[in-house]
Every structure is written in structure tokens, then in C-alpha cells.
């Protein structure tokens, strides 16, 4: 989802998306330990998509 995307939703809609990436993290971080994880690249993008959350969460709490 792109960051224009994200910045439409309100921040209740936000902050479950940022609970629902924090669940995924873990699932993941779980798969990897058990060796399931067959995308290692699907870590840095909830990352990164936590990171974007956050942000626009920060940004709106500033402004």
C-alpha cells in the first residue's frame, strides 16, 4: 500500500493497521526461526511499513 494510500485513512483505521503489521512482524520472525519463511524479504517490508505508520501517526498527533 502506498503512503498516499495510507495518509486517506483516519487514525483509529491507522492504528489497527499498525497492530495487524506489528502480528505480522512476529509471524514472521516466527517462521524464520522454525525455517518456514520461504520470502526472507517480506521482514524488511513490514518494517518498513511499520515505519511509514508510525509516521503518518507522528505527523498527524504534531499537527
Given at each position: 500500500?502506498?503512503?498516499?494510500?495510507?495518509?486517506?485513512?483516519?487514525?483509529?483505521?491507522?492504528?489497527r493497521?499498525?497492530?495487524?503489521?506489528?502480528r505480522e512482524?512476529f509471524?514472521?520472525?516466527?517462521r524464520?526461526?522454525?525455517?518456514q519463511?520461504?520470502?526472507?524479504?517480506e521482514i524488511?517490508?513490514?518494517?518498513?511499513?511499520?515505519?511509514?505508520?508510525?509516521?503518518?501517526?507522528?505527523?498527524?498527533?504534531?499537527?
Amino acid at each position: 500500500m502506498k503512503v498516499d494510500e495510507l495518509r486517506a485513512f483516519n487514525v483509529q483505521d491507522l492504528a489497527r493497521q499498525l497492530e495487524e503489521a506489528h502480528r505480522e512482524l512476529f509471524n514472521l520472525r516466527f517462521r524464520l526461526s522454525t525455517r518456514q519463511l520461504v520470502n526472507h524479504r517480506e521482514i524488511p517490508k513490514t518494517k518498513k511499513k511499520i515505519a511509514q505508520l508510525k509516521t503518518i501517526i507522528r505527523e498527524r498527533e504534531q499537527a
